[in-house]
């Protein structure tokens, strides 16, 4: 996504912003480590640096979640020992990982950045305060979290048990949903969404 940002003139700014200041929010990470998972770590909200940290944190958790609760079902592989920990791990990871996901949006509704002239939005979308770079627009680090979310939304338990206690990152994915474009590049995500449904998985 960084190449195809910089590389195409007529890909809008905000999508990787040329703003040094803007750039590094989207761009850079740091980590700490808590029961043995990589976490972003907040000096102040603004400063939360997500493309780095999504490789290194959310995708090693969701992704082997989703494939395993959901793709491998539905291609009818076999559930194995491996598999079933897999799973196991990344159901106790998911809390910690969300909920730091979930306070950076709601750190990062509070940041007021003056410096770089952007103001953060006034939705209708309620509960909706900001994108992951406390920014009025969206960027590649929204792309990049979406995706990672909505593959989860064939598990049963997803909306109703691990989203529920995460209201700041709810709005964010709601909202993200009304954006142009949305629905036509998640159209294989919901058709495997939807058989996971029926399946039970």
Not at 62 to 75: C, D, S, V
Not at 96 to 102: C, E, H, N, R, T
Not at 186 to 191: E, P, Q, R, Y
């Amino acid at each position: 996504m960084k190449f195809i940002a910089q590389a195409y003139p007529h890909v809008s700014e905000h999508w990787y912003p040329t703003d040094a200041k803007l750039r590094a929010q989207v761009d850079q990470v740091r980590q700490t480590s808590l029961a043995g998972s990589l976490l972003l770590c907040f000096p102040q909200p603004h400063s939360a640096q997500y493309t780095h940290w999504h490789v290194g944190t959310l995708r090693p958790v969701l992704g082997p979640w989703a494939f395993n609760r959901i793709m491998r079902p539905l291609m009818q592989l076999p559930s194995t020992e491996s598999t079933q920990a897999s799973i196991a791990a990344s159901t106790k990871a998911a809390p910690a990982v969300l909920g730091q996901l979930d306070s950076w949006l709601q750190g990062a509704a509070s940041v007021q950045r003056p410096d770089i002239g952007h103001s953060l939005p006034h939705s209708g979308q309620a509960g909706f305060a900001t994108f992951l770079a406390g920014t009025a627009s969206p960027s590649i680090a929204d792309i990049s979290a979406v995706c990672e979310l909505t593959q989860m939304e064939g598990c049963a338990e997803w909306a109703s048990e691990t989203l529920a206690p995460y209201s700041a990152l709810q709005a964010w994915l709601q909202h993200m949903k009304t954006l142009p474009g949305f629905a036509e590049a998640h159209k294989v995500t919901d058709i495997v969404n939807h058989k996971a449904v029926q399946a039970k998985l």
